[in-house]
């Protein structure tokens, strides 16, 4: 008696079709992920008992396969994302701050000094730019110039993680 | 036995979750660059583990808020207020960049994704608009954040990057969230990785 109501063909095709109506770029990208195959060793028997030999060859996911890789890039921008970003605002949070714009002109124990120690260990601002610098500006104003990184908290992060691990656990079509 | 409604749940679960798809929308355009700012902050905690304390700073005063180039820019570009670090160790200072420009050993210009360099060539650039020379980098890294497979081409670049960088970098790597097997055997047997 087969354990899933559905195939491996029939659940990445509704995989592909939920995150299209959700967002065609993600849609994109996870195909792109899909359709980009793997590595596999083939082999070659030559007639008359000559020795075999192995080859490499691109060969395209199976179904099963394709699901799996499309959920690694999933949890590539669900999971690992947010954590990177917590990462870099943590590692932000224990560095100093200093008041001027640069150390040039200050002695190498000013150098020191000036800085804010009390900056240490507190939240910082960190934004990443939109509008680069060379980029040809439109006339009416972008509405964001930069993007501020802000972290998400380790709860929403493992909840994710779980749906992660459910879907990952109905996308198991081994016998 | 897993149902159809059971499937059709779990992925509407994932991909309406806040980290799902909307959260993937906002965040998209900044992915790479936020992987820049991950490998910044491990270096970070490098000097802070050797020690010593990493200092944040603007091209034109406090860094707040603490600026990610967008794209590849010059050290002395003053178009917003780009952040940057700066540490002191054995005697010497030093400072920790994103997206910054240098002048190759063939005088062709790189961006360096996230890099280590001498504090006395970068106030000399700040000071006399240029771009600073390769002998200035002590360590740099190519940061890229993928959701597939990592492109064979990006060591094939990498390779060829860090070959115009002269020989005063002392570590350098090509960092990312994925890999490819290939790239692996690629890189190994010339110590690279």
């Known amino acids: 008696m087969p354990q899933h109501e559905y195939t491996a063909e029939y659940a990445l095709d509704l995989l592909m079709k939920k995150l299209t109506e959700r967002s065609p770029e993600l849609a994109r990208q996870i195909q792109d992920v899909v359709d980009h195959g793997k590595d596999a060793e083939e082999q070659e028997r030559p007639p008359g008992g000559k020795k075999s030999r192995r080859y490499r060859k691109t060969v395209p996911y199976s179904y099963g396969e394709a699901l799996n890789a499309a959920l690694d890039a999933l949890g590539a921008h669900f999971i690992q994302q947010p954590l990177i970003i917590n990462s870099a605002c943590e590692e932000m949070r224990e560095a100093a701050v200093g008041n001027g714009s640069s150390s040039r002109g200050f002695g190498f124990l000013d150098h020191f000094r000036e800085q804010s120690a009390e900056a240490k260990g507190q939240q910082k601002s960190i934004e990443i730019e939109l509008v680069t610098e060379t980029q040809v500006r439109p006339l009416a104003p972008a509405a964001q110039e930069t993007y501020p990184l802000k972290e998400t908290s380790e709860a929403q992060v493992e909840e994710q993680k779980q749906h992660l691990a459910k879907l990952r656990a109905l996308f198991d079509f081994r016998e | ?193």
Not at chain 2, 4 to 11: G, K, P, R, Y
Not at chain 2, 115 to 139: F, T
Not at chain 2, 149 to 169: E, F, H, P, Q, W
Request: charged residues 20%; contains cysteine; glycine residues 10%.
């Open chain 2, 1 to 193: 036995m897993a149902t159809l409604s059971d499937l059709e749940n779990a992925i509407d679960a994932l991909l309406d979750h806040p980290l799902g798809a909307n959260q993937f929308q906002l965040v998209r355009r900044v992915e790479e660059k936020a992987y820049e700012a991950y490998i910044f902050g491990l270096c970070l905690r490098a000097v802070r583990e050797l020690g010593a304390t990493p200092i944040l700073r603007g091209i034109s005063g406090p860094p707040v808020p603490f600026i990610f180039r967008g794209a590849p820019g010059q050290i002395h570009s003053r178009n917003r207020n780009y952040g940057y670090a700066e540490f002191a160790l054995n005697g010497q200072r030093f400072e920790i960049h994103a997206g910054v420009e240098f002048r190759g050993t063939s005088d062709m210009t790189h961006e360096l994704d996230v890099c280590i360099m001498r504090s006395e060539d970068s106030d000399s650039c700040r000071q006399q608009p240029d771009d600073p020379p390769a002998a200035s980098l002590i360590a740099g890294w190519e940061c890229k954040f993928y959701a597939g497979t990592l492109d064979k081409g990006l060591g094939r670049a990498y390779v060829g990057l860090i070959d115009d960088m002269g020989s005063n970098i002392r570590t350098c790597g090509l960092c990312s969230n994925t890999g490819h097997p290939q790239l692996r055997d690629y890189f190994q047997p010339r110590g690279q990785s």
